[in-house]
């Protein structure tokens, strides 16, 4: 039996499960937020990497439950846990350009904030640069529906796609997620540390945050936090972690 076929039934079997990963502020090193990433945990074939089986359901369909579930369980866990530990933190949830394309995207939103009674102001949608570039004027609704109920739109992976940066001032983004590629040399490489720089300061004339993802080391934590970057996520702080595990880390890391 293929992946492909097994999807659907892993759904009900109930394979599935978001990690959540700690995004912290640069400043102080303060947990503000997590970012929810989905696990396939198969029977026998063990943890599949979203990178092999969320093409397979973007190709099958699947993707559309899946990620409502996914939307969904996510407000509903971080709210859960906001609520133990009278925190605040956010949710930032990952959309395929199928599920944001959908004419129920919003609707879908709505749901999920509804029924897990999460606050709108603490719920990020991550879209790729490629939904923003080739955004229509129904997709541009859309982000002006999804930001006008108080959700956040981050651009995720930014700067590796594509060179348009015309979007940036178009639509309604709040927050930037610096893709990892950009950090690796950040230390040895002018060309990288400018590149960097230069994304930091064009969000902020935009006044949009900066989160830099795949932080690995204190040197590159002090060098993001010298260019002023907000945010940051990587496992120099924490990996993605099961729901249970949360409590535990946020007391012992603040
Ligand atoms: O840590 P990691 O291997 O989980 O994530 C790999 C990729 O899978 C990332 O690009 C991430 O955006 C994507 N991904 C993780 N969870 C989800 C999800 O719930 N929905 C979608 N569409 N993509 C996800
Ligand atoms: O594409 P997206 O940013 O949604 O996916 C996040 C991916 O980055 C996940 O696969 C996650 O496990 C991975 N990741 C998170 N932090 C780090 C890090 O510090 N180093 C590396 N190499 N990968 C990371
Ligand atoms: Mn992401
Ligand atoms: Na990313």
Known sequence: VTLRRELHEAMSRGDFCLHYQPIIQARDGKIVGFEALLRWNHPTLGNIPPSKFIPLA????????????????????????????????????????????????????????????????????????????????????????????????????????????????????????????????????????????????LAHSLDLEVVAEGVETAQQHRDLLARTCDLCQGYLYGKAMAPHCLEAFILECG
Not at 168 to 190: A, G, V
Request: charged fraction near 20%; charge should be negative; glycine fraction near 6%.
């Open 58 to 201: 973007e190709q099958t369909g699947q993707i559309i439950p899946l990620g409502q579930w996914v939307m969904a369980r996510a407000c509903w866990d971080i709210k859960q846990l906001n609520n133990r530990l009278a925190t605040h933190y956010f949710v930032s949830v990952n959309v395929s350009p199928l599920q944001f394309h959908r004419k129920d995207f919003v609707a879908q939103l709505q749901i999920a904030l509804t029924k897990s009674d999460l606050a709108p102001t603490l719920l990020d949608v991550e879209v790729t640069e490629g939904v923003l570039v080739e955004a229509n004027d129904g997709e541009s609704q859309t982000l002006k529906a999804v930001r006008s109920m108080g959700v956040g739109v981050s651009i995720d992976d930014f700067g590796t796609g594509y060179s348009s940066l015309s979007y940036l001032r178009k639509l309604p983004i709040s927050k930037i997620k610096l893709d990892r590629e950009f950090l690796i040399d950040i230390q040895s490489c002018p060309r990288s540390a400018a590149i960097v720089d230069s994304i930091i300061q």
